[in-house]
């Protein structure tokens, strides 16, 4: 298995992960992730600088703001440059794992980003999406990954 594989395989069984970047208009696909995340039972957090704390909803303008422990992992729906920022607070709260979004472009992905998780011991997966594996996985989101090179993964 290589190492990306084991880092999706471990994100994925966290219980207690954040969105960051998630957009205030629920047709963005960081909403439908964030659902889909809900669904599969995750306890699941969005942060945006924009949200004004909201417990009921789970949002959070950072996520330092989340309450209890740090989340396990974090999903980044952010521009590249914001990416890097995100990262560093990460290393401050002892959150080990980051996932980039990355569809048919940049997505979130930084190589800065990627380059500080790799030296500081934060698990960094830089392609894909979640939506490849939460069940269900509609057959866009199957071909997609076998097209990342990601089809060994298991959903």
């Known amino acids: 298995m290589s ?15 954040a969105v960051v970047g998630l957009s205030t208009h629920q047709s963005d696909f960081s909403c439908a992730i ?3 995340f809900e669904e599969a039972g995750t306890e699941v957090y969005g942060v945006n600088p924009g949200f ?4 009921d909803a789970h949002h959070y303008a950072k996520l330092a703001d989340i309450p ?3 989340v396990e992992a ?7 440059a914001v990416s890097a920022e995100v990262v560093r607070e990460c290393a401050a709260l002892g959150i080990r794992r980051v996932w980039m979004h990355q569809g048919m472009g940049a997505g979130s992905v930084s190589p800065d980003a990627v380059a500080f998780c790799r030296e500081n011991g934060i698990a960094v997966i830089d392609r894909g999406c979640p ?6 996985v509609d057959w866009f989101h199957k071909a997609f990954r076998w097209c990342k090179g ?3 993964v298991e959903g």
């Open 52 to 55: 004004e704390p909201d417990p």
């Open 150 to 152: 990601l089809h060994a």
């Open 3 to 17: 190492d990306i594989q084991a880092d999706i395989e471990d994100f994925l069984r966290c219980k207690r992960i």
């Open 68 to 70: 209890g422990e740090p």
């Open 131 to 136: 939506m490849m594996f939460v069940e269900p």
């Open 74 to 80: 974090v999903f980044l729906t952010t521009t590249p």
């Open 34 to 36: 964030l659902q889909r």
